[in-house]
Nanobody, 119 residues
């Protein structure tokens, strides 16, 4: 089991920045990758970014490429999502997830943190 806890959400004006954190605990030695997702009201969950736990490989959705940056600190078992140039349409609940089976499916999820961007 891997437990995930997000933090860093809040209210920000359009054009501003936020950095989300996701702290992992439990069987973190099983991690293959960690990802960030979001769900806006009335919409499907959207993949944002993924980072491999043992390499420098990162992956981004086109919708956030160039504005969002995913990174990790293995020593702290934490993954980050730096979000710049935020827009009102970025308003959503942001969640992190962990893939331990290296099959592209996320096995564990955090509770999420709310991000609201005002115009």
């Amino acid at each position: 089991q891997v437990q995930l806890v997000e933090s860093g959400g809040g209210l920000v004006q359009a054009g501003g920045s936020l950095r989300l954190s996701c702290a992992a605990s439990g069987r973190t030695f099983t991690l293959f990758s960690m990802g960030w997702f979001r769900r806006a009201p009335g919409q499907e969950r959207e993949f944002l970014a993924d980072v491999r736990w043992s390499s420098d490989n990162t992956y981004y959705a086109d919708s956030v490429k160039g504005r969002f940056t995913i990174s990790r600190d293995n020593a702290k078992n934490t993954v980050y999502l730096q979000m710049n140039s935020l827009k009102p349409e970025d308003t959503a609940v942001y969640s992190c997830a962990a893939d331990i089976a290296a099959n592209g499916k996320y096995d564990f999820w955090g509770q999420g943190t709310q991000v609201a961007v005002s115009s």
